[in-house]
């Protein structure tokens, strides 16, 4: 991970952790970087790259080419390729919905990376399987760990051990 994001009221505030090459805009506020208030929009679009981030309950919502993520307090680990978007929720609770196909939307409850998905852009995949499933890949509870800690929080996984 190469850049983190969070605000200075810690326990509510969310944490973003992004890799070099991942690109982001903002939409309905600011985005700055750690300690600033005010420091998150409602709206985040990750427009390249890879995306882990921890939110306290709330509506939030992340924007993909493919699909539009709405967050109600997670962990959450997103890779956006042009014609496919792969969301891991690592626990809590999201909306996953295909851009193009808003009615194929599901909610997504885990608590420790059930059910990680592949969204697809229209004309990727056949009529009702624009969402797959997919394995957990390129994060860690580690990862998880080190964001929640960063804003005084422990994920729900705590204390039973790394799996991944």
Known sequence: METNFSSASAKTSPCIACRSTSRFTSAGGTLKRSGADNAFADVLRLVTGK???VFSPGGRRIETATATIGI??????????PRRTY???????VELAPRDRPQEAETVRT??????????????????SMMQKAPVVNHTDAELTLLESLVGRKPPFSG?????
């Open 72 to 81: 109600r307090g997670t962990g959450l680990y997103l890779e956006v390729e």
């Open 111 to 128: 608590t420790h990376h059930e059910q990680p998905r592949f969204i697809y852009a229209d004309g990727a995949m056949p009529p009702g």
């Open 87 to 93: 969301a891991c929720t690592c626990y809590g609770e």
């Open 51 to 53: 995306l882990l981030s």
């Open 160 to 164: 039973s051990g790394y799996r991944y």
